[in-house]
């Protein structure tokens, strides 16, 4: 079964358990999901809902207990190591709360990272990173370290690395977490802008005024979608 | 993995060689000293053969020689019962040499008197100097690496006759005469009055004989010179060299040269020489003998040294590796793979060995510089020690890097990610 191109996320009772010395945690109970491309997609849910624990699935940086997952009409719930690191390099782009940028590297080398895993040559390596900083506004900080940018910054470092690869989807988890409300609707300005050029976005909040952003509002409960509401009860939530 | 990827490695490889001073520091030390301890063993070893095999080739391939010397080397310990074999073998007779001259298979054979080790006073005016005497045919310097640089050497005219003369070597001549010439002029040894006819340069060689050294006619120094010793006579010095038929085979001569030696020495059938053939093989065999001691030495000094390295890269891997977990969660997340990963920590592992090992090049080859320069081991690198050298520490990064390295490269990138 390949799904449909428009697709680009398909899962299939998605299940994920962690085993906690005897007990077993349901993380995931069952996911069934669709995202069509260019949908601007808002996870949400109480902590420990298992919004990360999906979130890591679909960008493959973990892989199911139980269930089927294609993305991009490829099934990857059964690759290996090797491939699945090739996903998150080719069609994965990921922010995070915590931003993970390289302490030592500056903005730019830290951007150039998945561009050295796609073996991409170093001098077009330098210029498309170059570019993907001047589209996030960092023209003027290429050559900084991450403890010499303001948290606002480092998040656009991060998402210009996020995108440096022109993944087919952009997964971000809390990315305004750790951000005041001035720097967060500037982060979420930015999403907005990648979202009217076509990029797919999925975001983890649990803020409602962030989730306001997207279009479509996925609820999850003890692991299992509770409600999937799209842009007319986004605008309501708002 | 692509070049950028090594060089980017090796970049933070040396960053964490500044932030783990102490453990990196062992590490690099170990390395360097294993490293240097190959370099100056394998540098003197073949200096040393170069020598040897300089001092061989003078001598000519059909040089062999007849000593009662076993060969070999024993330790005395001095509790033997029975006294050395040496002691047992009478003194030889020059007038073997001219027996053996005759055989068809050998085309010269000499004796010689080589007094070395048993140093003697020679005095000139109020000038005295210890020396040895070494009392050679006049064919004898063909075969040296020497040369006579004043004067001239002595005839066979001299030799038969015994005349008292003698060549001195050039740190003889200094010493007794300078800054006047010393061609001309006499010296007395025991008794005697000796006029130096020249003077020898000795080469530079680390088997030329040494020290202060008069050479003179065989002749001479049978006619003139007493041991002064009770326990050895001037014949019990006495040795042969023989020079085989060039145009048969070496084994032939030593063949008659054996057989007209038990004649001489009038050995019954049985009875076992009570003399020593030394060919170029027996003596090449007897120095790789010793020359393999010698390297087994080497490969324990610098195991040692690299097992100090090896367990200084464990423990600054297993550091490295997890003070970076994040960071490989990050790596992992932006599509490094497993193999990404330990390639990255296997370059860092090598170049830290890598540094230890450029580190002890240097100091090997400047130690080595220094021993040929300053003193008489001739020593120069062989191209093959600096290979292997620096393979031997990389290969210690890699072989004692691969298991922390493998840990970094099998991290869960979730569990990675969120490491504190
Ligand atoms: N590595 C893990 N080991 C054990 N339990 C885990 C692990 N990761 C997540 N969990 C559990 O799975 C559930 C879902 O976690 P997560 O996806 O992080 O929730 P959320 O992001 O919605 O807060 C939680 O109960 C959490 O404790
Ligand atoms: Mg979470």
Redesign the pocket.
């Given at each position: 079964m390949t799904p449909p191109n428009d697709k680009i996320i398909l899962t299939e009772a998605l299940t994920k358990d962690?085993e906690?010395g005897a007990e077993t945690?349901h993380?995931l109970r069952g996911v069934d999901l669709v995202v069509e491309r260019n949908e601007y997609v808002a996870i949400m849910?109480?902590?420990?809902?298992?919004?990360?624990?999906?979130l890591n699935l679909i960008g493959c940086l973990d892989t199911p207990t139980g269930g089927r997952y294609w993305l991009n009409r490829q099934e990857v719930s059964r690759l290996d190591d090797a491939e699945l690191a090739r996903i998150r390099n080719r069609e994965v782009g990921f922010v995070f709360q915590t931003f993970n940028l390289l302490p030592r590297a500056t903005a730019l080398h830290n951007v150039e990272l998945p561009l050295i895993y796609a073996g991409v040559p170093a001098k077009e390596r330098r210029e498309r990173s170059a570019v993907a900083l001047e589209a996030v506004g960092l023209a003027d900080r290429m050559h900084h370290r991450p403890n010499e940018l303001s948290g606002g910054e480092r998040q656009r470092v991060a998402t210009a690395r996020a995108l440096v690869n022109n993944p087919s989807i952009l997964l971000a988890?809390e990315p305004t977490g750790n951000l005041d409300s001035t720097t967060s609707a500037e982060i979420m300005g930015l999403f907005d802008e990648l979202h009217a050029k076509g990029q797919t976005i999925l975001l983890?909040t649990h803020e409602r005024d962030i989730a306001a952003h997207a279009h479509r509002a996925i609820q999850?409960r003890d692991?299992r979608i509770e409600r999937d509401e799209r842009r007319a009860l986004a605008e309501a939530i708002r | 993995m692509t070049l950028r990827g090594i060089h980017e490695g090796v970049g933070i490889a040396l960053t964490a060689l500044r932030q783990n001073k102490i453990r990196a520091g062992l590490t690099v030390l170990g390395v360097a000293i294993g490293v240097l301890v190959v370099m100056v063993i394998a540098a003197v070893i073949q200096g040393v053969n170069d020598s040897f095999s300089e001092i061989l080739e003078a001598a000519g391939p059909k040089t062999f020689f007849i000593t009662r010397w076993e060969p070999g080397v024993n330790v005395q310990t001095g509790l033997e019962e029975e006294e050395p074999e040496f002691f047992r073998r009478r003194a030889f007779r020059a007038e073997f040499a001219r027996a053996l001259d005759r055989l068809p298979s050998v085309q010269n054979a000499y004796a010689y008197a080589d007094l070395s080790w048993l140093q003697m006073r020679a005095e000139a005016g109020r000038n005295r100097v210890q020396i040895g005497i070494r009392a050679m045919p006049v064919a004898y310097l063909r075969s040296d690496l020497g040369e006579v640089t004043e004067g001239r050497w002595y005839t066979t005219e001299e030799d038969r006759s015994g005349r008292p003369v003698v060549v001195v070597d050039s740190s003889t001549a200094r010493e007794l005469f300078a800054p006047l010439p010393a061609v001309g002029r006499l010296i007395r040894i025991g008794r005697q009055a000796f006029q130096v006819i020249g003077v020898y340069d000795p080469p530079p060689n680390l088997f030329a004989a040494g020290g202060h050294f008069v050479f003179m006619p065989f002749g001479t120094a049978q006619k003139h010179i007493q041991t002064g010793s009770r326990w050895f006579t001037f014949d019990d010095f006495i040795e042969f060299y023989v020079v085989a038929e060039p145009s048969l085979r070496l084994a032939a001569a030593v063949d008659d040269v054996v057989g007209r030696m038990r004649v001489l020495r009038k050995l019954r059938p049985g009875e076992k020489d009570d003399f020593t053939i030394l060919t170029q093989d027996l003596i090449l065999d007897l120095w790789n003998r010793l020359t393999a001691a010698l390297f087994a030495v080497m490969v324990a000094l610098s195991s040692a040294g690299l097992m100090v390295g090896g367990v200084g890269v464990i423990a600054v891997m297993v550091v490295a590796v997890t003070e970076r977990t994040r960071e490989i969660g990050i790596r992992k997340a932006m599509g490094a793979t497993r193999r990404d990963i330990l390639w990255q920590f296997l370059v860092e592992a090598a170049t830290m060995t890598g540094v230890g090992g450029v580190i002890g090049l240097v100091a090997g080859g400047a130690i080595v510089w220094a021993l040929a320069e300053w003193t008489p081991v001739p020593a120069s690198v062989p191209l093959w020690s600096i290979f292997a050298a620096l393979l031997a520490a990389g290969l210690t990064g890699i072989v004692f890097g691969l298991v922390p390295a493998l840990r970094a490269s099998r991290l869960d990138p979730?569990?990675a990610l969120r490491y504190e």
């Open positions: 962690y906690l945690v993380a849910g109480p902590s420990g809902s298992g919004k990360s624990t999906l988890d983890v999850l692991g | 979730v569990a």
